[in-house]
């Protein structure tokens, strides 16, 4: 493992590398000549001349994957010709025109594409049957986001999403899907670090601008993947997979020969013999961890956290390797967050709270399941520490927990028992049995759901947390609060609590402090911003 603790947090005016482009800044100055990659293109294209802006096509290398990406979607139409058609040479020439009709869509597709970055803005024109052009501003570009699928790793291209900030997730937002490995990190520099002012020509006296070196923050240890089975969404990957071959049996069996009906009859043989159903369940259960610790490893192989130019850069993975950055003075803070088994592990997951960024929970990670320790050691350094302990909630937010985590199966319980002294049936005493064990297992789950509870300030970053089998806890700046709502149901009312939700301009959008009593209610918002209340608590 390898930690640097340097603080990482840039200030507003830190400014970046001279952008590295071919664009005007506008009214005829040209960009400053700094060292970059080749133009893109692949031989037989041409890259933009230098100090202008005109269209760029993606890699005509995209053409081998679009017609086969396309194939998914036309399996369906293409067996249903040849099955009509009784395999005959007239259904094999319509089957055949279908896949040449693909590659003429993905050539025209291609030529119709065009982007450019024009002054201090991306263009990006689409003209296959009405012509269209997304503009996006340099300046709202939040994060660059750079993926290598398999096809495109093999041909040496890349896709790239832009982060813009103007939705909550990435229909809005633009992408170039089939651009050059050195195009993809020219255009990366151009995006991240370009702004208007920052490509003008410089004063002819004026020092060159140094550039930032790239620091590697963490490196994850490879034997640190073993953790990946404790965070429980890998864990359902053998079922999910028996069920996607289930559901395609029964979409497609008839086009693939055998017919839904012996896909039926298959399930019906299985569901008769009770002790090879219960073997195949025992399998797939067995097979969760092994299953699932290799699906993570997949996503999270090599998972690297740098710092480059301003910016903190994620990668991670093995078949499709992806690289995301996010801008350092735009992060407010951090969420740590751990399943049940991860906290009994001593591990935990950690996102960034940015503003304007979509669709966190993909982007944002910061790191997968590290000792908690060492996530902590990372988030202080890199964005900064809490220092404060968490406050307690009152007495009256654990009854609620162990009401709700209790009351539920006891009622079922009485229900079950009731249903078993009348009929006297295995059945119901079985139920009643097990909502009786479920009830008593609420017991330590509802107090634990207690203990997560906390909410804090240390002067300059708040804090709340909440949760049990997934508890988070989220870390944020005071000036990334927006402002503050009081919400109350009818069952909070009667036990005299409510929850606050601290608005931030980032992350989730809100942070909610579940069940805090009335004056903590007030007391809080009032020490973290007393500006805002002073005006209504004046006498």
């Given at each position: 493992?390898t930690f640097d603790?340097h603080?990482?947090d840039?200030q ?5 590398p001279p ?11 040209p960009?400053?000549?700094v060292?970059q990659?080749d133009?893109?293109?692949e031989?037989?294209g ?5 100090g202008?802006?005109?269209?760029v096509?993606l890699?005509?290398k995209?053409l081998?994957?679009d ?5 998914p979607?036309l399996?369906?139409?293409?067996v249903g010709?040849l099955?009509?058609g009784?395999?005959s040479p007239?259904s094999f ?5 279908g ?11 291609w030529?119709t ?16 049957i ?17 993926s290598?699928?398999p096809?495109h790793?093999l041909?040496g ?6 982060d813009t900030?103007a ?7 633009g992408e170039?899907d089939?651009v ?10 151009v995006?991240l670090?370009?702004r208007?002012q920052e490509?003008?020509q410089?004063?002819?006296d004026?020092p060159?601008?140094p550039r930032?070196n790239?620091?590697?923050i963490?490196r994850?240890p490879r034997?640190?993947?073993l ?5 429980g ?6 079922f ?5 071959a289930i559901?395609l ?7 693939l020969g055998?017919?839904?009906?012996a896909?039926?009859d ?12 219960l073997?195949?369940?025992?399998l797939l ?5 092994v299953v699932?610790g290799?699906m ?11 710092e480059?130019d301003g ?9 499709n390797?992806?690289s995301?950055?996010?801008e ?8 740590i ?7 009994w592990a001593g591990?935990?997951r950690?996102?960034a709270?940015?503003t304007g960024?979509g669709?966190?929970?993909?982007r944002?990670q910061?790191l997968p ?7 902590h050691?990372?988030t202080?350094s890199?964005i900064?520490?809490f220092?404060a302990e ?10 609620r927990?162990l ?7 006891a009622?079922?319980?009485?229900l079950a028992l009731?249903?078993?002294l009348l ?7 079985v139920?009643a049995?097990?909502a009786?064990?479920l009830?008593?297992a ?10 997560s509870?906390g909410?804090g ?7 709340v947390r909440s949760?049990?089998l997934r508890?988070s806890q989220?870390?944020f700046?005071r000036?990334?609060v927006?402002?503050w709502r009081?919400?109350q149901?009818?069952f909070?009312?009667?036990?005299g609590?409510m929850t606050?939700v601290?608005?931030?301009g980032a992350g ?8 805090v009593?009335?004056t903590?209610a007030v ?7 007393p500006d ?5 608590i004046?006498s």
């Open positions: 493992m603790p603080h990482l840039q507003p005016g830190t400014e970046g952008a590295a482009g071919n664009a005007h800044s506008g009214a005829g100055e960009a400053p000549p060292a990659p133009p893109p293109g031989p037989g041409q890259g933009p001349p230098e202008w802006a005109v269209p096509r890699s005509p995209v081998l994957i017609p086969v990406r396309m194939l979607s399996l369906l139409p293409l010709v099955f009509v009784g395999f007239r020439l319509w089957a055949a025109l896949v040449a009709g693909t590659v003429v869509f993905a050539v025209v597709r030529a594409f065009s982007y450019q970055i024009a002054g201090d803005r991306l263009e990006i024109k689409r003209s296959l009405s012509r269209s052009v997304r503009t996006i501003p340099l300046e709202r570009i939040r994060g660059v986001d750079v290598m699928p096809m790793r041909l291209l890349a896709v790239l999403k832009l900030g939705s909550g997730g990435s229909e809005q937002e170039l089939g050059t490995l050195a195009e993809a990190e020219r255009l990366k520099a995006l670090h370009a208007a490509r003008r410089p004063a002819p004026a060159p601008r930032e790239e620091r590697i963490m994850v034997a640190w993947l953790y990946g089975p404790l965070s969404a890998y864990l359902l990957t053998p999910a997979l028996a069920g996607g559901g049996a029964f979409q497609w069996g008839d086009q055998f017919g839904r009906d896909a039926w298959a399930g019906q043989w299985l569901w008769d013999r009770p002790y090879l159903l073997v195949a369940v025992v259960v067995v097979a969760m961890p699932g290799v993570y490893a997949v996503f999270n192989w090599n998972f690297t956290l740098k480059r910016y903190l850069v994620a990668e991670r993975g093995l078949i390797r992806r995301v950055s996010l350092s003075r735009r992060v407010r803070g951090y969420e967050a751990d399943a049940l088994a991860e906290r591990v935990v950690v996102w709270i940015v960024l669709d966190s929970q993909a944002g910061l399941d590290v000792p908690r320790a060492v996530a050691q990372v202080g890199a900064g520490p220092t968490l406050r307690p909630h009152p007495p009256v937010a654990r009854n927990r009401f709700r985590a209790i009351a539920p199966w009622a079922l319980a009485a009731a249903a078993a009929t006297a049936a295995m059945a119901w005493w139920l049995v097990a009786l064990v009830a008593g609420g017991v330590p789950l509802g107090l634990d759901r207690y203990r509870l909410h300030y240390d002067g300059i970053r708040l804090s949760g049990s508890r989220a870390v700046e000036r990334a927006v402002g009081i919400r149901t009818w909070q009312r009667r036990a609590v606050l601290a608005g931030v989730e959008g809100g942070y909610s402090a579940v069940d009593s009335e903590q007391a809080f918002p009032a020490e973290v911003t805002w209340l002073a005006p209504f004046r």
